[in-house]
């Protein structure tokens, strides 16, 4: 599962943890245990999943009841596509942390994931009462893509505004706010989203095969070929770029540099 198609990209909840460590009781614990719960928000940071959880589950083995710990743990689950086990990390982090809302955002996330769209909403509307800043972001970000997927295209594209007016280069916001007004019919609308998109991450595979998609479907299929060119580049063995060569070759043979 890549971190994009998930939504959210969780950056400020792993800034958090890997500025202010695992544990809520910091003075109170030996230097040992101080250390591995900050190594395994390191390696969360980092997006090394699986080298975050064995962390997480030797500090979950000393520390059961933290809650940044439990959380971290169904973080690093969640990015393995391990999102059943994940939610059940993510109930003990809200049932120890219950005032933190990104706990119940992160739970949120992993129920959308699993198809339970009804809990995820719940979680969402119990974390707004209580969201930072930026827990905001990621609130509106998780709830713009929940939308998404129940076939609300309005609802969604109102919550990535919403995510786009706090943090306007937001990639995940930009390309699911672009797939929301691609899906209401505005194609031009959603090409401008996708080419901001890009800007912001120009190695993006999907970035550019949506926006190589959509330039064609405008009828400007030269610069369009371009982006789906790029995107086979970027990901020739993945699924972004397999969809891009059926692109290509639905163009035809022009539509290929070699």
Not at 84 to 92: M, N, P, Y
Not at 97 to 123: F, N, V, W
Request: aromatic share 6%.
């Amino acid at each position: 599962m890549r971190p994009a198609r998930a939504g959210a990209v969780l950056l400020a909840a792993l800034a958090v943890l890997s500025a202010g460590g695992c544990s809520s009781q910091n003075t109170k614990k030996p230097a040992e245990e101080l250390l591995n719960e900050r190594m395994a928000s390191v390696l969360l940071h980092d997006g090394r999943w699986l080298d975050a959880e064995r962390a997480y589950r030797d500090c979950a083995k000393t520390d059961p009841k933290n809650p940044n710990v439990n959380d971290g743990l169904g973080v690093a689950l969640f990015y393995q596509g391990k999102v059943k086990e994940s939610i059940e990390w993510f109930d003990k982090a809200v049932k120890y942390g219950p005032e933190m809302a990104l706990y119940r955002i992160h739970r949120g996330m992993a129920r959308t994931q699993a198809g339970d769209y009804k809990a995820a909403e719940e979680d969402f509307q119990a974390a707004s009462a209580s969201a930072t800043p930026d827990d905001q972001l990621d609130l509106s970000l998780q709830r713009g893509r929940l939308k998404q997927l129940e076939g609300d295209s309005r609802g969604s594209e109102a919550y990535y505004n919403d995510a786009l007016s706090r943090d306007p280069r937001n990639f995940t916001g930009l390309l699911g706010r672009g797939i929301s007004r691609e899906s209401q019919g505005h194609m031009d609308l959603a090409a401008q989203d996708y080419l901001e998109a890009v800007k912001v991450q120009p190695k993006n595979p999907d970035g550019n095969l949506r926006l190589g998609l959509a330039l064609v479907a405008l009828d400007r299929q030269n610069l369009g070929r371009r982006y789906l060119e790029r995107t086979v580049e970027l990901d020739p063995s993945g699924d972004a770029g397999s969809r891009a060569r059926v692109a290509l070759d639905s163009l035809g043979p022009e539509a290929r540099k070699k």
